[in-house]
């Protein structure tokens, strides 16, 4: 019985480590959206939400100092509420302001600080703050106040370390004009009202409010007027209404707003005459109208860093599994080999080929091809002979039946190795077979000429002294 040795499957030395590296690849990127969340997400550093993304911890830990926490759904009422008096106003997602209202955080009133926490780049341009991103983290690292250089923010240089450095920001404007604390992680910007940039959510977050000295450093950061205006938006700010019919009654001086001169609200359009105050109101580029948006929202904005990352991933992924498999681009090219490969060599070769392909189909019609071709030339057969004439023929020249013999000729593909050899067997005894001797080749054809016996020859026989003499 003939052992048959199937080839090592050499296959998982590649599809282990890449499985293995897709798994860790999900595995991270599942835990670091689960544990830095999106400003969009329901309930960010909301006020009144316990969740660990909220921020209620933070709300009461400044009504326990004193501190009263007035929330605002509403940009335009959050910036008419900073007019009543010294306030600080807490803008947790930048991301969702409506950039129609954007502009108006820069003309806060006299006294007034605003804080943002890791704002977009838009954000940063459209309320005139000369201040860029200069490099993001993949998450929050916690560092002390006196980087690079010694803060100035008394409130917050008590705390030793605190979880800001995710996005770290430099000057954009003239040198000076920013102080930079906690490895550039907070930004001060210095002028009648004050804004303060913080490069990460973690230390208002409720599930990371205790870790190093995040407490310490929020509660500093915003108890410093005796009243916080939190904006608290569950989704992105609707645009503002448009210009009202009625006159804007003008604001004095002490509210912050305006110079006598009619100036609208913050958020209430133009003044009749497109413009708002000393800039025009829509994008951050000054250009546009009352039915403008801001900038055009591109493709790749409209998904979140992570499906990008991700999507990224997938490619390199798709490249390393291409290299592995090493396929050429277009057909083979036919060389002179450089050696002289025996026959042997080249059958086996090509038979393992076949079956690395599981091609038994197109193996089982190669030998019955020349299974026929062998039969036609011994029978005398035409190449264009039926298979019913041809089973005959056959039958008829080794004893068979003509439908077992048309069934090995012209039967269906094997389903196994297994009986793919038995047919391979098979084909070898009924060509091997002997053919018919009445039977008379076909007129026009030259019958094959018998095969000649060689003459005997007669062992030598050993010589005797008799025949020596």
């Not at 302001?97 to 838009?122: A, I, N």
């Not at 048309?406 to 391979?424: F, I, K, N, S, V």
């Not at 002997?434 to 062992?459: I, L, S």
Request: aromatic residues 4%; contains cysteine.
């Amino acid at each position: 019985m003939t052992t048959v040795h199937r080839p090592r499957r050499r296959r998982h030395r590649i599809l282990i480590p890449l499985l293995l590296g897709a798994a860790l690849l999900a595995t991270t990127l599942v835990t670091h959206a689960v544990d830095q969340p999106d400003q969009t997400d329901q309930g960010f550093l909301s006020p009144v939400a316990t969740g660990d993304d909220g921020g209620s911890r933070l709300a009461a830990s400044l009504a326990g100092r004193g501190v009263v926490v007035q929330r605002e759904t509403d940009t335009i009422q959050a910036l008419r509420a900073t007019r009543s008096g010294p306030s600080i106003l807490f803008v947790p997602a930048p991301e969702l302001l409506h950039p129609q209202t954007v502009d108006d955080l820069g003309r806060l009133p006299f006294g007034t600080r605003l804080v943002l926490v890791d704002p977009p780049r838009r954000v940063l341009a459209a309320a005139g703050l000369p201040l860029r991103p200069a490099g993001r983290r993949w998450a929050a690292r916690a560092v002390g106040p006196h980087t690079p250089e010694p803060c100035p923010l008394s409130e917050v240089a008590s705390a030793a370390t605190a979880a800001v450095a995710r996005q770290q920001y430099a000057p954009s404007g003239a040198p000076g004009s920013v102080d930079l604390c906690f490895s550039a992680g907070l930004a001060r910007l210095r002028g009648p009202a004050e804004s303060v940039v913080v490069g990460a959510s973690d230390p208002f977050r409720n599930s990371r409010i205790d870790e190093w000295d995040n407490h310490t450093f929020a509660t500093g950061l915003l108890a410093t007027a005796g009243r916080v205006v939190w904006l608290d938006l569950d989704g992105p700010a609707p645009p503002p209404p448009g210009p009202s019919p009625v006159p804007t009654t003008e604001l004095p001086d002490s509210e912050g707003y305006g110079t006598g001169t009619g100036r609208p609200e913050p958020g209430n359009g133009d003044g009749g005459n497109g413009t708002s105050g000393d800039r025009p109101r829509g994008d951050a580029s000054g250009s546009g109208g009352p039915d403008q948006t801001g900038s055009p929202n591109p493709l790749w904005s409209a998904f979140p860093p992570w499906f990008w990352a991700l999507l990224l991933q997938l490619a390199l992924a798709a490249l390393l599994i291409a290299a592995g498999r090493a396929r050429r681009l277009g057909p083979p090219t036919p060389e002179p080999l450089p050696v002289t490969v025996p026959a042997a060599e080249t059958v086996l070769g090509r038979a393992r080929l076949y079956r690395r392909a599981q091609a038994q189909e197109s193996v089982a019609q190669t030998l019955r091809a020349a299974a026929r071709s062998r039969l036609a030339r011994r029978l005398h057969l035409p190449a264009d002979a039926p298979p019913t004439d041809v089973a005959a023929a056959v039958a008829a020249s080794t004893g068979d039946r003509p439908d077992t013999i048309r069934e090995l000729l012209y039967g269906d593909a094997p389903a196994t190795d297994q009986d793919l050899l038995e047919l391979a067997g098979d084909l070898d005894r009924t060509t091997r077979g002997p053919a018919p001797a009445n039977t008379a080749p076909p007129a026009g054809t030259v019958p094959e000429p018998p095969a000649t016996k060689p003459p005997a020859t007669r062992p030598p026989q050993p010589r005797t002294e008799g025949d020596a003499r």
